[in-house]
C-alpha cells in the first residue's frame, strides 16, 4: 500500500513528466539544429579564421531594401538571420548630409550596429559566441559627386567637424572597439607568433577561431570592399586586399586535386556573392567558398531563405542530427551495450556525398585517420572495432604516423571524397574523432576520453535566471533518466545530462527564421 508520500511524489513526477515533454516538443527541432551548429564551431577552434566556412547574406538584396517598407522589421528579419546561423554581411553603406546610413532605407549606420550588437551581446558566452564578419560597400549616396564630401571614384572624404561621419567613432559609440578585431590587433598577432597560414607557418596568415573568441574575445571583423576610405583614418577597417571576393560567378578553379585543394587554402576570406540554388550553395561551400546570399527577398518572404540556409549552414551532419542519445529506442532484451554517443561518417558511393550521424559507440566499424598535421591525407582503417579502441595514445589501428581523425572544414570532407571515391570505397559508415561520451549533447574530439569544455561554464553561468520552474522539474526527471540510463549503459560514472539547461538558456536563440 502506498503511502500519501509516495503517492504525492508520483503525482508530481506525472506533471513534471507532462511538463517535461510539452517543453520538449517545442524545442527538439531547432536545439538538433544549434548542436549542430555549435559542434561544427567547436571542432573548427583550431582552423584559422580565413578559413572558416561561414554562410553571408548581402543585407540590401535579402532584407534592407525598398522592398521591406518599415525598417524596424527588417532589422529584426537581420537579427533572425543572425539566430539561424548567417555569419557574414554585406552591407550597402552611403555617404548622408549628416550621418552614415544604409542604402534604400531610412536606416542609419548607428541604428543598424545597435542592432547587430545586441545579437552580440546576447550570444557573448563561451557557448553561442562565434565569429561576424561585417563588410562595407561604400558609395556616395545622393551627394552630388562635386560636393564638397567626395568624388564618384576617389576616396570619400567627410567633414572632421560632424563625428557621427567619422566611421570610428561611430564604430566606438555603437560597437566598442573591444568587439572589433582591427589590422592592428592582427599586425600584433603576427609578431607574436599568434597567426598561422596553411602551410602551419606562424607570423603570417590569421589567428585560430578559439584564440580570436576566447583569448583575444574579439567578435567582430570589418572590412570594406569598395576601396572609398582613407586608411589612414579608419583604423578599425580592414580594406579589401585581405579579401578574395566574388560576385556572379566564382574565379577560382573547382578543385578536383589535392594540389587545387592546397592552392585554394592559400587563399584568405574567400568569398562569392551570387545568387544561388539549394543545390548550387551546397556545391560551392564545398568547394571552399563561404557563400553570401543575394537572392531577391523582403521581410514579407524572409522565411524562403531558410531552403538555402538549411543546404548551408550545416556541412557536416546530416538531416536532424545529432540525434539526442535518449532519444534512440534501445530493444527492451538487448543485452548487447548501447551508447548513441558516437559520430559516424555516413559515405554514399552512387552519388560520392558524406555526412556525420550518430552511431552506437560499441558496434564495430572502420576507422578515419589523418597523416600527421596534413589536411588532406587520409587513410580508412582496415580493421573494425568499437569506438573506444579508437584512442590517440594506444595502438588504435591506424596507420604509422597516422592519427584518428575527422574532417575539419568542408574543404577537408571534399579531400576526403575524393579520396573514397578514388579507392572504390562502398557505402559505407566509418568513425570519426567526435563523441559525446563525456557529456551528451557535448560533441568533441580527441578521443573517447576528452572532456566536454562546458561542463564549468554551465554550472557557473548566470545559474539563477536558469532556475525556472520547468527546469527544475525536468532536472530531477532527468537525474531519474539519467540514473536509468546509466543502470543500462556502463560508459563512464561522469555522464551528465545538460541539454535542458543548455536548451533552457539558449531557448532565445533557437527560432530558426520567425516572422
Ligand atoms: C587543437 O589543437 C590542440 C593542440 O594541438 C589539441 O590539443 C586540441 O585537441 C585541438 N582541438 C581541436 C578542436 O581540434
Ligand atoms: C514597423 O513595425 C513595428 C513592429 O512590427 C511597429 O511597431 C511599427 O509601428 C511599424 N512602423 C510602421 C511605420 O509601420
Ligand atoms: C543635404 O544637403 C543638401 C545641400 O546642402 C540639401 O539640398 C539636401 O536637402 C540635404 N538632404 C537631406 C536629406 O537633408
Ligand atoms: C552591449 O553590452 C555593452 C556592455 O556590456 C553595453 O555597454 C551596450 O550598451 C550593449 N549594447 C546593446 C545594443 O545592447
Ligand atoms: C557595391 O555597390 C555597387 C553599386 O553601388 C555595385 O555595383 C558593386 O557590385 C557592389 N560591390 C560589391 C562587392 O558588392
Ligand atoms: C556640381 O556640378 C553641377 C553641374 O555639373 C553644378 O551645377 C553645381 O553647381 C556643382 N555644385 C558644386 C557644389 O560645385
Ligand atoms: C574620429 O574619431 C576617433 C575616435 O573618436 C578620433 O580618435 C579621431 O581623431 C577622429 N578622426 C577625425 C578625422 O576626426
Ligand atoms: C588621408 O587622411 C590623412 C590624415 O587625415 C590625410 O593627411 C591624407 O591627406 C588623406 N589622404 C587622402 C588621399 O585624402
Ligand atoms: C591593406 O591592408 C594590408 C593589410 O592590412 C596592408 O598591408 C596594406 O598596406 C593596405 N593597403 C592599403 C592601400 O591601405
Ligand atoms: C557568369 O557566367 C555566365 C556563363 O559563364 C555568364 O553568362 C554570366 O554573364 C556571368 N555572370 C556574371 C555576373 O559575370
Ligand atoms: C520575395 O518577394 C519579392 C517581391 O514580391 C519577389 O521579387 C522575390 O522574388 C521574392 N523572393 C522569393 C525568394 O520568393
Ligand atoms: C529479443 O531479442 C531477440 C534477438 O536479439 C529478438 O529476436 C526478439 O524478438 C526480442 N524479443 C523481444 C520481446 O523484443
Not at 528579419?77 to 550621418?99: A, I, P, T, Y
Not at 571576393?245 to 585543394?261: A, H, R
Request: glycine content about 6%.
Amino acid at each position: 500500500m502506498p503511502t500519501l508520500i509516495e503517492l504525492l511524489l508520483i503525482w508530481t513526477l506525472l506533471w513534471d513528466a507532462i511538463l517535461c515533454v510539452s517543453f520538449d516538443v517545442l524545442a527538439t527541432v531547432d536545439s538538433e539544429r544549434q548542436n549542430a551548429i555549435r559542434s561544427q564551431r567547436d571542432l573548427m577552434m583550431n582552423v584559422t579564421v580565413d578559413q572558416l566556412p561561414l554562410v553571408g547574406v548581402n543585407l540590401g538584396k535579402v532584407v534592407l531594401n525598398s522592398g521591406s517598407a518599415n525598417d524596424t522589421e527588417s532589422l529584426i528579419g537581420m537579427h533572425s538571420l543572425m539566430k539561424s546561423g548567417v555569419q557574414s554581411f554585406m552591407l550597402d553603406l552611403e555617404l548622408r548630409n549628416d550621418s552614415w546610413g544604409v542604402k534604400d532605407t531610412n536606416v542609419d549606420f548607428g541604428t543598424f550596429l545597435t542592432s547587430f550588437e545586441s545579437f552580440v551581446n546576447k550570444t557573448d558566452d563561451t557557448l553561442s559566441a562565434n565569429i561576424l564578419t561585417l563588410h562595407l560597400n561604400i558609395s556616395n549616396g545622393d551627394l552630388p559627386s562635386n560636393s564638397s564630401f567626395g568624388d564618384d571614384q576617389g576616396l570619400i572624404s567627410v567633414d572632421p567637424s560632424n563625428p557621427m561621419l567619422n566611421l570610428t567613432y561611430v564604430l566606438d559609440q555603437f560597437v566598442g572597439r573591444q568587439r572589433i578585431y582591427t589590422p592592428d590587433d592582427l599586425r600584433t598577432d603576427r609578431q607574436v607568433g599568434n597567426t598561422f597560414d596553411t602551410s602551419g607557418k606562424s607570423g603570417s596568415g590569421w589567428p585560430t577561431l578559439n584564440s580570436f573568441l576566447y583569448f583575444k574575445r574579439k567578435r567582430v571583423l570589418i572590412t570594406e570592399v569598395s576601396n572609398r576610405l582613407n586608411y589612414t583614418e579608419v583604423p578599425y577597417i580592414f580594406n579589401n586586399t585581405i579579401l578574395h571576393y566574388d560576385v556572379g560567378n566564382k574565379t577560382l578553379e573547382t578543385p578536383d586535386t589535392i594540389g587545387q585543394l592546397l592552392y585554394v587554402s592559400t587563399i584568405s576570406w574567400r568569398y562569392l556573392e551570387a545568387e544561388f540554388t539549394p543545390a548550387e550553395i551546397q556545391q560551392y561551400i564545398r568547394m571552399g567558398y563561404s557563400p553570401v546570399i543575394a537572392n531577391y527577398h523582403n521581410v514579407g518572404n524572409l522565411t524562403e531563405i531558410s531552403q538555402l540556409l538549411d543546404h548551408s549552414i550545416i556541412w557536416s551532419w546530416g538531416d536532424g542530427e545529432p540525434i539526442a542519445a535518449f532519444t534512440t529506442a534501445t530493444p527492451k532484451n538487448s543485452s548487447s551495450l548501447v551508447a548513441y554517443n558516437c559520430a559516424l561518417l555516413k559515405y554514399y558511393s552512387a552519388n560520392s556525398s558524406a555526412f556525420w550521424i550518430v552511431g552506437n559507440c560499441y558496434d564495430r566499424k572502420q576507422g578515419l585517420c589523418r597523416y600527421a598535421e596534413q589536411a588532406f591525407d587520409w587513410e580508412v582503417t582496415e580493421a573494425d572495432d568499437t569506438y573506444f579502441a579508437f584512442d590517440q595514445h594506444s595502438e588504435c589501428h591506424c596507420s604509422d604516423k597516422y592519427q584518428f581523425a575527422l574532417p575539419r572544414t568542408p574543404l577537408e570532407l571534399t579531400s576526403l571524397m575524393m579520396h573514397l571515391e578514388r579507392s572504390g570505397t562502398q557505402d559505407k559508415e566509418i568513425w570519426i574523432d567526435l563523441n559525446s561520451i563525456a557529456v551528451s549533447d557535448c560533441w568533441v574530439t580527441g578521443g573517447p576520453y576528452a572532456t566536454c569544455p562546458y561542463e564549468k561554464v554551465v554550472s557557473r553561468r548566470n545559474f539563477v535566471a536558469m532556475l525556472t520552474p520547468v527546469t527544475v522539474c525536468c532536472f530531477v526527471i532527468l537525474l531519474i533518466v539519467s540514473y536509468l540510463n546509466l543502470l543500462r549503459v556502463p560508459i563512464h560514472s561522469n555522464r551528465k545530462k545538460w541539454r535542458k539547461v543548455v536548451n533552457e538558456f539558449s531557448k532565445t536563440e533557437l527560432d530558426g527564421v520567425p516572422l
